[in-house]
């Protein structure tokens, strides 16, 4: 099998970018509204059904490679990504919504670890048992922190 791409690095590299690819398509999808914090929530939501929908592909995305591992194109290709997510940020950054400090790819950062780490713990079964529907968790907590960013444009 490794010898089709080329050995074990090509293999590697080829699925990560196909994982990626396939969650930059969906991320594509969702399109864009004119309300950057409903996208945002859309795209975190996006995050989460795509990692419940492929496990083993989230990580692979998300695991324990580095782009030296995937190499520099199939890094790109992933790090693209983020774009839609920074994009929304800027957007409600521009419209007042989102504070303009911190910059926006750090308010970006930001919404993405909580994302990240939500999806991780529940992939991990780390959920607490009295936590209650992973799903309702997520949505609020995603809500709660644009929420929490809006209301920091707010006090400014």
């Given amino acids: 099998m490794y010898s089709l791409f080329g050995g074990k ?3 590697v590299s080829a699925l990560y970018a196909q994982v990626f690819a ?17 996208d945002l929530v859309r795209l975190g939501h996006a995050y989460r059904e795509n990692a419940l929908a492929d496990p083993h592909g989230y990580r692979v995305m998300f695991g324990e490679l580095s ?7 199939a ?10 997510l920074l994009d929304a940020v800027r957007r409600a950054v521009r419209a007042g ?7 926006a790819e750090s308010i970006a950062t ?11 713990i529940e992939l991990g079964a780390f959920m ?3 936590a209650g529907d992973p799903a309702a968790v997520f949505d609020a907590a995603i809500r709660a922190n644009v ?8 006090r400014r």
């Fill in 75 to 84: 890094a790109r290709a992933g790090a693209r990504t983020f774009e839609p």
């Fill in 9 to 11: 690095p090509g293999l």
């Fill in 110 to 120: 930001a919404l993405w670890a909580n994302v990240h780490g939500l999806v991780s």
């Fill in 22 to 38: 396939r969650f930059a398509q969906r991320l594509a999808a969702l399109g864009r509204s004119d309300d950057p914090v409903a």
């Fill in 67 to 73: 782009p030296d591992d995937v190499g520099r194109r």
């Fill in 128 to 130: 607490p048992p009295r």
């Fill in 147 to 154: 929420a929490g960013w809006a209301a920091s444009a707010r």
């Fill in 97 to 103: 919504t989102f504070p303009k400090h911190p910059a």
